[in-house]
């Protein structure tokens, strides 16, 4: 081969990387257009009184149509479409029709592949594409243990924004199917709820669970809320998912809170800065940041504080926030991060519904500790009759939840929402 011949195969190779690499930007480009390609729709917007009619066929066909191409990467899988149709989903916020295609997709992967860890990849691959990501859970296929995930769509619902269901993509073992994976985790599997057997000790009592520091990352909270108890969830305002966990809480019929930030005695300590509200703070400044931390997560049915062990001692502080959550009628529940604290007391001389936090139940990360918190809490329970716990949104305090879910769930403790618990 002569030179000129060498540079020109080099050129041709060079030129067809390039292509390639355009090609794949287009491509993302597409999905994250996607995703923000929806904002003038908004499913909380009324025209006139009566309830709007949106239709988002259009966008849910283009998702399905990304996420074909998704599952597609994998040649070594097998796909089964069960069924596909027009569906009709009423906001109940608002009463407004949307109108959207959902589908059901089963999908075979190998004997040796986890089922867990397909569900993680396709989770994976669908955030990259612009696709939410809704839920994944043990199931069934069959009789076969499965793993069925939720895909879907976001769109704008007033301030905030509201995710539907297009897919639910349900992961189960084909033994036909031999090439194995090399690019999904090798995840525990779980099995489904109902076959998770074995004897546990037996409480009596009413717990309610409150998750605190919501709205830094998504994954705790969607395994959190996938459990099936009926947590509530304190959400710190202007994080990156503050607006993602309200929306997720709500569609999921969950309480949700706003984890007011305040101020703590170590002000070192203190953690969302000139959001917080500080004692030496107007009572003008302190009534400001209240309501901006409200109108940031409209919905919210409650508060309770975030830090706060020195604001919740002074009086002055807790009436200024206490006499507007009475103004809006929510509640308030005491973090109870310090003993001193004014906040019940005030809270029900002003007429507002509260409750007060008996025990943190994630001090330490570790799964077994934070489980035989739990279990103290039901014996907590047992002997006064209900009690209220707080943990946090984080990534071993979903785990051990996650893990012991249905353990839990046969202990015979009554799980509840906080406002069950409040006086």
């Known amino acids: 081969m002569t030179k000129a011949s060498k540079k020109k195969s080099s050129g041709s190779k060079y030129a067809v990387l390039i292509l390639t690499a355009v090609i794949a930007i287009i491509a993302i480009g597409c999905g994250l257009f996607y995703a923000t390609s929806n904002s003038k729709k908004d499913v909380l917007?009324?025209?006139?009184?009566?309830?709007?009619?949106?239709?988002?066929?259009?966008?849910?066909?283009?998702?399905?149509?990304?996420?074909?191409?998704?599952?597609?990467?994998?040649?070594?899988?097998?796909?089964?479409?069960?069924?596909?149709g027009k569906k009709d989903v009423e906001v109940e916020e608002s009463g407004a029709k949307v109108q959207i295609n959902q589908r059901e997709l089963a999908v075979g992967v190998p004997s040796g592949t986890s089922l867990a860890g397909a569900c993680d990849w396709l989770q994976t691959k669908a955030e990259q594409a612009g696709l939410v990501y809704i839920s994944g859970k043990p199931a069934k296929y069959k009789k076969w243990d499965a793993y069925k995930a939720e895909i879907g769509i976001k769109v704008k619902a007033g301030a905030g924004s509201k995710s539907f269901v297009t897919d639910t993509v349900i992961f189960f073992h084909n033994s036909n199917l031999t090439k194995q994976d090399k690019d999904v985790k090798d995840l525990p599997e779980q099995k489904a709820e109902e076959e998770q057997q074995g004897t546990v000790r037996q409480f009596r009592g009413k717990v309610a669970i409150v998750?605190?520091?919501?709205?830094?990352?998504?994954?705790?909270?969607?395994?959190?809320?996938?459990?099936?108890?009926?947590?509530?969830?304190?959400?710190?305002?202007?994080?990156?998912?503050?607006?993602?966990?309200?929306?997720?809480?709500?569609?999921?019929?969950?309480?949700?809170?706003?984890?007011l930030p305040m101020e703590p005695i170590d002000r070192s300590a203190m953690s969302e800065g000139a959001a917080t509200i500080r004692t030496d703070l107007s009572a003008a400044e302190k009534l400001s940041l209240t309501r901006r931390a409200l109108n940031s997560l409209p919905g919210v049915m409650g508060v309770n504080n975030h830090q706060g062990s020195k604001a919740t001692a002074d009086k002055d502080t807790m009436r200024v926030v206490l006499q507007e959550l009475r103004r809006q009628n929510l509640f308030f529940v005491d973090s109870r991060t310090n003993s001193a604290s004014v906040a019940r007391n005030m809270a029900q001389q002003l007429g507002v519904s509260t409750a007060r936090n008996d025990i943190f139940l994630d001090n330490s990360s570790d799964v077994q500790a934070i489980r035989q918190q739990i279990y103290k809490a039901f014996a907590m329970a047992e002997k006064n009759g209900s009690v209220i716990a707080i943990c946090h949104a984080r990534p071993n305090t979903a785990k051990c939840w996650e893990m012991y879910a249905a353990e839990f769930k046969r202990t015979g403790i009554t799980f509840v929402p906080v406002t069950e618990l409040l006086y």
């Open 45 to 84: 917007d009324k025209k006139g009184d009566e309830p709007q009619t949106v239709s988002l066929l259009d966008e849910s066909i283009e998702a399905q149509r990304l996420l074909d191409n998704i599952l597609l990467q994998k040649n070594n899988w097998q796909l089964i479409e069960n069924n596909h």
């Open 211 to 259: 998750i605190d520091d919501c709205g830094y990352d998504m994954a705790p909270v969607r395994k959190l809320l996938n459990t099936g108890l009926p947590f509530s969830y304190a959400i710190l305002p202007y994080k990156q998912y503050s607006s993602d966990v309200l929306e997720m809480v709500k569609a999921k019929g969950r309480v949700p809170m706003l984890h």
